[in-house]
Each structure stands twice: as C-alpha cells, then as structure tokens.
C-alpha cells in the first residue's frame, strides 16, 4: 500500500502564491508519473499539472505560466508551486500517484486526501 500526504493548501489573495506538497509513503514500490488535480464545488475534477518519471511535464491551459509542478524522487514527493492566483483557482487540490508494485510488477494508482486552497479577498 502507497501513503500520500498532502500539505500546502490555505487561504490567500488574489496575485498570492502558495506551494503544495504531496510525500508517498509505503514500501517497494517505484513512483512512475505525478499529477495534481482539483476539484471545485458543482463541478468535474480536472488536471493541473502532471509530471511523468521521463520526460516533459504538461499543464491544464488555465495555469500554464503560474503554477509550477515539479518533484524530488529521493523524497518521493511532487510539489505544485502557485503564482498569481486568481478566485477561480479555488478548488480542492489532490495529488495523484502512478506506481509499479515491485513484488508484483503491477501499476497501481493512488489519491491524496485533497487540501484546500482558497483565493479571496
């Protein structure tokens, strides 16, 4: 089984930043692509950002230029950095995790517990 942690998320004005951190937790596992998702209230989840284990990371087009997805894979975790937010970026803010389970060479998929992250005046 894969743990994820999720930290960052908090109250904010419009132009604020905010950084999002999300840690896997478990044993033999190997993390293969990172994401983060939201969700706001009525409507669908929806990806922000995903970073693969090779290759180039991909953003949602509302937050191309302002958020920031990277990752530290000694710590097995994946951070969001967030500029020059704006109200409509309020959402709950979930991590999600693809994972290949060492002992059984099966990929599995993970989600945080979601953190809110709220953008007001």
């Known amino acids: 089984q894969v743990q994820l942690v999720e930290s960052g998320g908090g109250l904010v004005q419009p132009g604020g930043s905010l950084r999002l951190s999300c840690a896997a937790s478990?044993?033999?596992?190997?993390?293969?692509?990172m994401a983060w998702y939201r969700q706001a209230p009525g409507k669908q989840r929806e990806l922000v950002a995903a970073?693969?284990?090779?290759?180039?990371?991909n953003y949602a087009d509302s937050v191309k230029g302002r958020f920031t997805i990277s990752r530290d894979n000694a710590k097995n975790t994946v951070y969001l950095q967030m500029n020059s937010l704006k109200p409509e970026d309020t959402a709950v803010y979930y991590c999600?995790?693809?994972?290949?389970?060492?002992?059984?060479?099966?990929?599995?998929?993970?989600w945080g517990q979601g953190t809110q992250v709220t953008v007001s005046s």
């Open positions: 999600n995790v693809h994972v290949t389970r060492l002992l059984t060479m099966s990929a599995s998929a993970y």
């Open positions: 970073i693969p284990s090779i290759g180039s990371t």
């Open positions: 478990g044993s033999s596992f190997r993390i293969n692509s």
